[in-house]
């Protein structure tokens, strides 16, 4: 049964660091394009960044380039968005996705103070 699980989210200051998981079982995260996901409250979901399979490359969304970094601990299957100079924009419910597929995680709270 594939799942993924986000933890690591909680309540941070303007400049402040966070750093996601996602851990996912019943598949291999290093063979799968993965990709982090983020929804604002009365906005739409929007693609944070993406990983392709065997980590040959990562993509991110304009608004985070240069600061939020994805990666994966492949002996851990365990997805990672490491995000560094947060600012309140950023502040939102986070997910993991298996890209091409309809799994999705349950979401992971981020708060960013001002």
């Known amino acids: 049964q594939v799942q993924l699980v986000e933890s690591g989210g909680g309540l941070v200051q303007s400049g402040g660091s966070l750093r996601l998981s996602c851990t996912a079982s019943?598949?291999?995260?290093?063979?799968?394009?993965m990709s982090w996901h983020r929804q604002a409250p009365g906005k739409e979901r929007t693609l944070v960044g993406q990983?392709?399979?065997?980590?040959?490359?990562?993509t991110y969304a304009d608004s985070v380039k240069g600061r939020f970094t994805i990666s994966r601990d492949n002996a851990k299957n365990t997805l990672y968005l490491q995000m560094n100079s947060l600012k309140p924009d950023d502040a939102a419910v986070y997910y993991c996705?298996?890209?091409?597929?309809?799994?999705w995680g349950k979401g992971t709270l981020v708060t960013v103070s001002s």
């Open positions: 990983i392709s399979s065997w980590s040959t490359g990562t």
């Open positions: 019943g598949f291999i995260i290093s063979a799968s394009a």
């Open positions: 996705h298996r890209v091409g597929t309809t799994y």
